[in-house]
């Protein structure tokens, strides 16, 4: 079991020096010191923008967006169907791969620990920012928004993740010491009631660098939360606000879509520092071969239509010549450029349209389907679907779903998980998937320090 310096749902103490901030340990100290340090971060909003500069670092390097081998992006697409572990070593891939992660071998403990460590950064915001004195209404609105769009993405993935866990709203360590695991209903909600917040408090302008979230960035994020809850109008509806708003635009070229300055991106993550790109590029693309870790499945490169223009610009491939690997080739720069070319990016454009496409035909709403559907088909130089049922429909947006958003922060396998086909679709696959399978455990060091968190998840 290793060893963490920082403490999952408790509290935190962080320090910001000028306009830097940086994470000390997660200490158990009394509640009076706990209330008093910080307090000066929130009396300037430059102090308070190097808190949310901490968060997204955390986001980029530590969280389970993060880009390498042990992020969101590679675990779950080697869990479910999109990628193949070449390896017998990085012992945390193959457990994922092989669908044998243990509550013990630590290796879901970033994904639950350094969310909790955010939400708590986000509750301190939240507090702090509500009660300061010398910050503006309009600077409170802002700041506040931002941390309820965090918080809420945050535990919408913990949900996905985990099913069952504690929505956290509060810094108070008493309080969160004990905390009970919600049911996965009322963390939707939770979730939702968070975003709506958002929504009426961030402004409506996108930030330079589409670095920080706004209203379109938090509209979308709830038009993904409706549809993993089935409440297909109110899916529609904030996907069609988004596309609506004229801020963003479908990048014809595909070259380009994952480049720092698509017009499609709505959120990335700014990389830190000039010059450097994404983790994800030196992650997936290989620089000799046999690669030494991973490659793309062959059900997925299966699963692309003949003619489809993303196999050959997203799809890398490289041959030691006799066998030939296939690779994601999304994100390129694996080596630092002159200006940052790449950042990872969060939230598509692409992907609400595909929101609105399946919303619309759940709805009944064919043609309307269709439009949005084709629309990312013409971008990949496919023919136009024509009319059909629903039924067909709602499949053929699941494989535009399937190939569009590969190797993007784990689309495939929650979108499995919530249409109820991961059985069907990877018990064939996976010699040792089992149901239980669709959620990852809890790890075992939180049920032992909480006992409120039983029980683990079935199958564990």
Known sequence: MKNKTMKSITYSIFVL??????????????????????????????????????????LRSQAFTKGNTT?????????????????????TTRSFYNNSVSPEDGSTDDFWNVSYNLIYDCNRVLEGVEGSKSLSRAEKDRFMGEAYFLRAFVHFYLTNFFGDVPYITTTDYRVNRDVARDDVESVQQNIEQDLLMAIGLLPGEVSDGHFRPDRWVAAALLSRVYLYQGKWQLALDRAEQVIGSGEYALDPDLDVVFQKTSPGILWQLDTGMEGTNTTEASTFVPVSAPPSNTALSNALLEAFEPGDSREERWVGSITDGSQTWYFPYKYRERMPTEITQECPIMLRLAEVYLIAAEASAQLGNLEDGLDYVNAIRERASLDNLGPMGQGELLAAIAQERRIELFAELGHRFFDLKRTGRADTVLGPLKPFWDPTDILLPLPEDELLKNPKLLPQNEGY
């Open 17 to 58: 020096v000028g306009l830097l901030v940086s994470c000390e340990e997660y200490l158990e100290i009394d509640p009076p010191k706990n209330q008093l340090a910080g307090e000066h971060i929130f009396t300037e909003s430059a102090t308070v923008d190097g808190v949310f500069a901490h968060i997204y670092a955390q």
């Open 71 to 91: 992020g969101l992006t590679s675990l779950m697409g080697h869990y479910a169907d999109e990628l193949d572990h070449l390896s017998e070593s990085q012992q």
